[in-house]
């Protein structure tokens, strides 16, 4: 809208701000999903500069090292061994492998209590077959249970999140303490979220990080906060164990008022937090007495996870070019 003077109302340049985030965030995507620009990306010496920022290290002692350190702050972790969208039978062995590894470390470490793992489904075969991504999620999920701790389930694009809750469900039957991640931006995720407020069900809420088509997802950033909201509440009212995965100041704010509301005593819900982002607040909350876990990324296929984080906040962009300029 405009006003009589001519000039244009706060509400318009809030909106061409968000049609301009989304704009970018698909176009950085785009971009990063073309093969050229990865080989350049993932081999150029200044990634690596930027992938310390967001990535713990390479190696399962690295990813140890800074886990210690976090819970050493009183924080809880969730580690991530970075791939998705393994091609062959090899290549999710292979994940299975690295988490078999990870979990006896944390048991051995006596980090069970405040850390456990994050998996893709994508990275143990789901994309080759359904049935030999929940065999192989079954053995993650013994090995975290022999270790004292548990698995949740990251959210990966629209085409998997039907597939992801199939298994999330199946795996609950033996370990019904397996989390499950739903992504705010998506239209179907109230629903998911009624149906997983339940005693026993960890649930992590985001807002989303992949290019979704408008007739599955809201785009504009007040549309998928809103929905976060009511996710949030939908959550919190009933008695499962909520995991509010975001960084945004005022969503923050109002978990937390809203926990105080439905009476939830620190300790019943958390806050979770990417490694890398927000690390003051993170403490500030878990200084507070709230549980705050960090999501701690790994490995060396750290190339999807970097893009996402580049294209959530496109200001990351320009870190990255700068480093570039400054020959890092
Ligand atoms: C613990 C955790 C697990 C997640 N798991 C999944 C998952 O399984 N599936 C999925 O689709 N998405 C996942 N996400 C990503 C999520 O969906 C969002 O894309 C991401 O968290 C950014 O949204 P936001 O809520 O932090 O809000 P935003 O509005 O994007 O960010 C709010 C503020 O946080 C800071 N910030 C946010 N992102 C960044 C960044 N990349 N770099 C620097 N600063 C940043 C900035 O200060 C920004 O202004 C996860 C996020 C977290 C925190």
């Known amino acids: ?9 706060a509400r318009d340049l809030a909106s ?4 301009v985030h989304l704009v970018l965030r698909s ?10 620009v990865r080989r350049l990306v993932a081999t150029a010496p200044v990634s690596r500069y930027v992938v310390r920022r967001f990535v713990a290290g390479e190696s399962t002692e690295q990813a140890l090292a800074a886990t210690t350190a976090l819970v050493a702050d009183g924080l809880a972790v969730t580690l991530d061994h970075l791939g998705e969208s393994v091609g062959d039978e090899a290549g999710a062995e292979s994940t299975v492998h690295a988490y078999l590894e990870l979990l006896e470390r944390v048991k051995a470490d006596g980090l069970a209590n405040r850390v456990e793992v994050s998996v893709k489904l994508s990275a143990v075969g789901q994309r080759l077959d359904e049935a030999l991504a929940l065999r192989h999620a079954s053995r993650i999920c013994a090995a975290a249970e022999q270790a004292g701790t548990t ?5 990966e694009d629209h085409t998997l999140t039907e597939s992801t809750l199939r298994v999330h469900a199946e795996l609950r039957r033996s370990w019904p303490a397996t ?23 960890r649930v992590r809420l985001c807002k989303g990080a992949y290019a979704e088509p408008p007739e599955l997802a809201f785009g504009a950033p007040h549309e998928v906060a809103r929905s976060f909201v009511r996710c949030a509440n939908t959550l919190l009212a009933g008695p499962g164990y909520p995991m509010f995965a975001t960084h945004d100041p005022r969503l923050v704010a109002i978990v937390g008022k809203r926990a105080r509301w439905y009476g939830r005593p620190p300790g019943s819900f958390e806050y979770q937090m990417l490694y890398g982002v927000r690390p003051a607040e993170q403490r500030r909350l878990a200084a507070g007495g709230d549980t705050v876990r960090v999501y701690l990324p790994y490995g060396s296929d750290w190339y999807s996870y970097l893009t996402r984080r580049l294209a959530e906040r496109p200001g990351n962009v320009a870190f990255f070019l700068r480093a570039v300029t400054a020959g890092r």
């Open 151 to 155: 698995v949740t389930l990251d959210a």
């Open 179 to 201: 989390g499950a991640v739903l992504q705010a931006y998506l239209h179907r995720t109230l629903d998911d979220c009624r149906a997983l407020a339940v005693e026993g069900a």
């Open 16 to 19: 061409t701000r968000a049609s």
């Open 27 to 36: 176009l950085i995507l785009a971009v990063a999903g073309n093969p050229t």
């Open 1 to 9: 809208m405009v006003c009589c003077d001519g000039c244009y109302t």
